[in-house]
């Protein structure tokens, strides 16, 4: 079984920083696209930014400038470094992973449990 683990989230004031943490972990295989959503009350789930295998990334309008993500390869982690919060950042961030788990078998996409990012003076 694969499970993604997320840490990091909590309360900070207009202008802070967080840095958000995923591990995957389990039975693995290969990882290929990782990537970090939010959702917000009311909202539907949105795209904060992605990351491939290689490196490349991409990142929404929204968030440009103030987020970065990044990955080891190496450890099945991923991060988001998330500078210069807004109140409107507001929401539950959830880790999502496309892996294989096996040579034969074929990508699933899995996701984490999320974790509150509340941004608040």
């Known amino acids: 079984q694969v499970q993604l683990v997320e840490s990091g989230g909590g309360l900070v004031q207009p202008g802070g920083s967080l840095r958000l943490s995923c591990a995957a972990s389990?039975?693995?295989?290969?990882?290929?696209?990782m990537g970090w959503y939010r959702q917000a009350p009311g909202k539907q789930r949105e795209l904060v930014a992605g990351i491939t295998s290689g490196g490349s990334t991409n990142y929404a309008d929204s968030v440009k400038g103030r987020f970065t993500i990044s990955r080891d390869n190496a450890k099945n982690t991923m991060l988001l470094q998330m500078n210069s919060l807004r109140p409107e950042d507001t929401a539950v961030y959830f880790c999502n992973a496309v892996i294989k788990v096996d040579q034969n078998g074929a990508f699933r996409r899995y996701w984490g449990q999320g974790t509150q990012v509340t941004v608040s003076s």
């Open positions: 389990g039975s693995i295989f290969s990882i290929n696209a």
